[in-house]
């Protein structure tokens, strides 16, 4: 194809997008994803790469210029809203690892808010690091310098807590202690020095975690109503105060859930203890070194893919990361899909072509374990070890056993497994929910409906 014809074609492409927030992913002419961008506006942001008057040399540089010759198509994910595309950039950048993308691809993660929950008096924090349980998270933010700003302006209002100090209620020598600086500035109650109540201090948490879920239009609006009062009177200082303080709460909207946009790299599980663990568990001689987990999303047999996730050393490798698009199974059938995903992957390892890892992991029970032993099984091949781990009762089934292992829940050895399993089901659903979307948007052409509007922005 000539660059004209591949300008031309890719231009009617992109004249399909839509004009809502999002991010796009650039490939060439083997799939590979290229880069990956966030816009504000799909349709303008990828059209002004191939434009007869784009510089891309210039304004862009030598590397994204060269990129941009390659392409030959291009995929999107339309989003809500620009915080979710940038949460969801930053997610596939470290997934897909693209060769044209310079930032974002470390382990560098967004900022939770963190109120701790198993603690008499909580205490509430700004965390990349957030605890494995015992707390409750709002985030990730996009805003490191504003959640913090937000945070001390929630504590202006509500007095919590923000050290790591270990309160107990029952301990009587807390009335001896000496608070600290924020209290004599009217800016914590001090329940390190017995000066509110247990319940009296919950109380102020819980119109904190109430506000959190809330939309703060009411406190918005409250406070914009002093800072209009306070310029009227020319009290301009004390309106600029306020002003940024509405600022600060506003950005508490600049946020993912903590859930969806789950990052696996700010949930810390220590390897070399997991692994240890697994290798006793599973009585192996050595230590295990590498780890695949593999799941399948789908909806009622639609846009089904698989996922296969590695990670060496009880870490994620992401280079190791692959999508597979259900190509033989029709219908909802996730046994069969899971066969299908391991004789594809596995195929070159039967062909003494690329190593088994130590451990394959499965997400389901013991039907899925049984599906990927048949897929082996017509590979005419033995891996090492394959496992699965089903959800809520967090069994883990093990290859020529009939009874599942059931381990303590804080047990190292099931922390790292869920760790392989939950990241192989994001990793899934991210996958499918792409292939969701643009399956609905190509449909929505064909049958003459137009692509969304832009939404409007809310005045606050």
């Known amino acids: 194809m000539s660059d004209e014809k ?12 839509p004009n809502t ?3 796009y992913l650039m490939k060439d002419v083997e799939g590979k994803v290229l880069y990956i961008g966030k816009a504000k506006d799909l349709r303008s942001r990828v059209m002004s790469y191939f434009q007869a008057s784009a510089d891309l040399l210039t304004t862009r540089g030598p590397d994204i210029a060269n990129m941009a010759s390659r392409v030959v198509d291009i995929d999107f994910l339309d989003c809500e809203t620009e915080v979710d595309a940038l949460l ?3 997610r596939l950048i470290k997934d897909i690892q693209p060769p044209h993308n310079a930032q974002l691809k470390d382990d560098k993660t967004f900022p939770y808010l963190e109120i701790t929950t198993g603690d008499d008096f909580p205490g509430v924090f700004v965390t990349r690091t957030p605890r494995l349980k015992g707390s409750k998270l709002y985030g990730p933010f996009t805003n490191s310098a504003a959640i913090r700003d937000a945070v001390n302006t929630l504590q202006k209002v509500f007095k919590f807590r923000t050290c790591e100090l270990e309160i107990r209620a029952d301990d009587d020598s807390r009335r001896f202690f000496r608070p600290c600086l924020l209290h004599a500035i009217n800016q914590c109650t001090a329940p390190c020095a017995d000066l509110i109540s247990r319940d009296a201090y919950r109380k102020d948490i819980e119109r904190v975690k109430n506000l959190l879920k809330s939309k703060r239009s009411v406190l918005i609006r409250q406070m914009t109503k ?5 310029s009227a009177e020319m009290r301009y200082e004390e309106a ?4 940024d303080r509405i600022k600060s709460i506003q950005a508490l909207s600049d946020s993912g859930d903590a859930d969806r946009d789950r990052q696996i790299e700010a949930f810390y599980v ?7 663990k697994l290798a006793d568990l599973l009585n192996l001689e050595n230590r295990p070194r590498s780890i ?5 999303a789908n909806l009622q047999g639609e846009q089904s893919v698989g996922s296969l996730v590695c990670f060496i050393d009880g870490k994620p490798f992401k280079a190791g990361y692959k999508r597979f698009q259900i190509k033989t199974v029709e219908g909802q059938d996730d046994y069969a899909m899971i066969k299908e995903v391991i004789q594809r992957r596995y195929r070159y390892a039967s062909a003494g072509e690329e190593l088994y890892p130590d451990i394959i992991l499965i997400d389901g029970g013991l039907g899925q374990l049984h599906a990927a032993q048949e897929a082996f099984g017509e590979l005419d091949l033995k891996p090492a070890m394959v496992l ?3 959800k809520k009762e967090e069994l883990v089934y093990v290859q020529a056993q009939s009874a599942p292992i059931r381990m303590a829940r804080n047990n190292d050895a099931l922390r790292l497994l869920q760790s392989v399993r939950d990241e192989a089901h994001r990793f899934a659903q991210h996958y499918h929910h792409i292939l969701r979307r643009k399956k609905t948007f190509d449909e929505d052409i064909k049958s003459g409906r137009r692509p969304p509007p832009r939404p409007k922005r809310s005045s606050g």
Do not use: Y
Not at 240 to 243: G, L, S, T, Y
Not at 270 to 276: E, I, N, W
């Open 388 to 390: 699965s781990l089903a």
């Open 6 to 17: 591949r300008i031309t074609a890719l231009r009617e492409l992109i004249a399909r997008f």
């Open 240 to 243: 600029a105060v306020i002003r």
């Open 292 to 296: 695949e987990g593999i799941d399948i």
């Open 21 to 23: 927030p999002g991010v």
């Open 270 to 276: 220590d390897p070399a203890k997991g692994l240890d």
């Open 226 to 230: 002093e800072m209009e009062g306070a």
């Open 88 to 90: 969801k950039e930053a």
